[in-house]
């Protein structure tokens, strides 16, 4: 069974900053890693996800990091908003070719204080 | 668009009692998926489906819960009889390829 490790569990930043939160596995068959947003009573909805021939990848404001040695790889939201505040999950894929689903991790819940 | 289609959104139950959901996937979408979401934690695989087939059910419990997709398109999850800590939302999702998308979910408190 695939582990995914997030931290950390919450997270506090101040308006402008940055929000870094980060994500271990242990092996995929697939490199593919998304991160996923979730406001309260919505399901999950797709972030910005990274395919590691690249080491990173920047959409606006937010970064994916990739480093396949360690096997991590991080979300950072710059100038971090109030509107940001959501809970963000991490994911790798269950099985080879993407088409097995995700294993997620277990949150991140960021609170962007005005 | 439309978006993957879950009902109902909230349900309370009594323990022992029985409940189901109903999800329509975004259009053309072969591969549906059933997650669990504990309150706090990341969503839970129960159920994979291809068109109309299983393709992973390895983490259902098998003696409470069970899930159909009849015709490759809806997608029906049953829970009976009902325990305390199947209090949970249940997340409906769909894809066509890599990107996985979710319904809003359906919330069962059993009481």
């Known amino acids: 069974q695939q582990q995914v490790k997030q931290s950390p569990q919450s997270l506090i930043v101040q308006k402008g900053g940055i929000s870094i939160i980060n994500c271990a596995y242990e092996?995929?068959?697939?490199?593919?890693f998304p991160w996923y947003q979730q406001f309260p009573g919505k399901g999950p909805a797709l972030l910005i996800a990274?395919?590691?021939?690249?080491s990173e990848k920047k959409e606006g404001r937010f970064t994916i990091s990739f480093n396949k040695s360690a096997k991590q790889f991080s979300l950072h939201i710059m100038d971090s908003q109030p509107g940001d505040s959501a809970t963000y999950f991490c994911?790798?894929?269950?099985?080879?070719?993407?088409?097995?689903?995700?294993?997620f991790g277990k949150g991140t819940h960021l609170i962007i204080q005005p | 668009e439309a978006g993957v289609a879950q009902s109902p959104r909230y349900k309370i139950i009594e323990k022992r009692q029985s409940v189901a959901f109903w999800c329509n996937p975004i259009?053309?979408?072969?591969?549906l998926y059933w997650y669990q979401q504990i309150l706090g934690q990341g969503p839970k695989l129960l159920i994979q489906?291809?068109?109309?087939?299983?393709?992973?059910d390895s983490q259902l419990p098998k003696d409470r819960f069970s899930a159909e997709r009849l015709k490759g398109v809806d997608s029906t999850l049953k829970i009976q009889p009902a325990k305390l800590e199947d209090s949970a939302v249940y997340l409906c999702?769909?894809?066509?390829?890599?990107?996985?998308?979710f319904g809003e979910g359906s919330w069962l408190t059993v009481v």
């Open positions: 999702a769909s894809s066509f390829g890599i990107t996985i998308y």
């Open positions: 092996n995929t068959a697939f490199d593919y």
């Open positions: 990274i395919r590691p021939d690249v």
């Open positions: 994911a790798v894929p269950r099985g080879g070719g993407g088409a097995d689903g995700l294993t």
């Open positions: 259009s053309g979408h072969a591969t």
């Open positions: 489906f291809q068109n109309n087939g299983v393709v992973d």
